[in-house]
């Protein structure tokens, strides 16, 4: 994905929707006419058959929506929010693409316009404050007693603003027996952010191919590897945490990191999106969030796209946290050769599995 495509993209996946949003004036909720709705429609579905990935999906789709607006489907989403959550929903169901979203968004800066290097430069200045008042998407980093590290990361920005951030979280977990990485509230964002974190997991000179991305409107193949300049490095294991709300680039890392090999996933499949994309302008101020790409892992060739990141521990994302450390403390202890080294994490185990011990808690959102 070309760096012209990220503030969008960055900022839906690691703050929100809503947060994206900020960065513009508010939009008070107005009514809206027939004429104004067919109109929209008419323009989604020039956007939806010029832009979005599969183009026979976005025909079929675009004839859908416009069949739906001639049979007077949406005369009750007469005001812009209304509207704007029904062509959301029909979108979603009849394209069976959770990446699509519609908003009412007067003066949103859309990612596609700037082409130069000045006017990316003036877009991730004007993005940084927003990802740095939310941690670079890194929402917690903690050690846990049995020299266990837990990092809970809910976004990915694009590198030139969260790599720093990624640096220094895996400075602050390397010397750790273990790590678990929570993307239970991952939504996604920038490819670039993924390959850069993940970087960090593989021994110096152990150079991967971790996923490209197929471009439809401008016919190309964009390949992530792995960064050699990124460290520190941690080599040792990895259990990520995963929910039905991990989304987009937050399921990229895990099926990164399980076809890699590198990891263990425990919690629920994953929210099923591989189709990254750009908000596009769709006419009477509202924009169309339309995936223009799709993701083609190297070794499967293929995607998680509507069947999701499967875990090897299939349990509910509420209880993946505490089976993850419990199962890094068992082959702890078995593996330890200290009696005083395995007593103490007999005694941290035991604390853990009567609940004693307060671990970090899980609130999805849905």
């Not at 675009?62 to 959301?88: P, V």
């Not at 590897?225 to 294991?237: D, E, I, K, Q």
């Not at 919690?267 to 591989?274: Q, S």
């Not at 993701?295 to 293929?302: E, G, L, S």
Request: glycine residues 8%; proline residues 6%.
């Amino acid at each position: 994905m070309h760096l012209r495509h990220v503030l969008a993209l960055s900022l839906l996946a690691l703050v929100g929707s809503s947060a994206a949003l900020a960065q513009t004036s508010p939009s008070p909720d107005r009514s809206i006419n027939a004429a104004e709705q067919t109109a929209v429609i008419a323009t989604l579905s020039e956007q939806l058959k010029s832009h979005y990935v599969f183009p026979d999906v976005a025909a079929r789709t675009a004839a859908a929506l416009s069949s739906k607006a001639a049979h007077g489907d949406y005369r009750n989403a007469n005001t812009t929010t209304a509207f704007a959550e029904a062509l959301s929903k029909d979108l979603k169901s009849i394209g069976k693409d959770g990446h699509f979203r519609v908003k009412f968004a007067p003066g949103f800066p859309l990612s596609s316009q700037p082409k130069d290097k000045a006017a990316i430069a003036r877009q991730l200045a004007e993005l940084r404050p927003a990802m740095a008042s939310e941690s670079y998407g890194i929402s917690r980093v903690q050690m846990l007693p049995g020299n266990v590290s837990y990092i809970d990361l809910r976004g990915f920005g694009p590198v030139e603003i969260v790599g720093a951030a990624f640096d220094s979280a895996v400075s602050l977990v390397a010397g750790t027996s273990a790590l678990i990485l929570d993307l239970r509230q991952n939504g996604g964002g920038e490819p670039d952010g993924v390959a850069y974190l993940l970087s960090h997991f593989f021994a110096e000179g152990d150079v991967r191919h971790l996923n490209d991305i197929y471009n439809r409107p401008d016919d190309s193949t964009h390949q992530y590897w792995t960064v050699p300049s990124a460290m520190p490095r941690f080599t040792g294991p990895i259990y990520v945490l995963t929910s039905h709300e991990t989304f987009s680039g937050g399921e990229e890392c895990a099926y990164d990191l399980k076809t890699q090999k590198r990891a263990t996933l425990v919690g629920e499949t994953t929210g099923g999106g591989a189709n990254p994309g750009d908000y596009l302008s769709i006419g009477h101020s509202f924009i169309a969030f339309v995936p223009t790409s799709r993701a083609i892992n190297p070794i499967t060739k293929t995607n998680w796209e509507h069947v999701g990141v499967k875990p090897d521990v299939a349990v509910p994302a509420s209880s993946a946290m505490k089976v993850a450390y419990v199962t890094i403390l068992n082959d702890l202890t078995k593996k330890s050769k200290n009696p005083d080294e395995q007593a103490g994490l007999k005694d941290i185990l035991a604390r853990v599995e009567s609940d004693k011990f307060q671990l970090p808690a899980y609130y999805p959102r849905h």
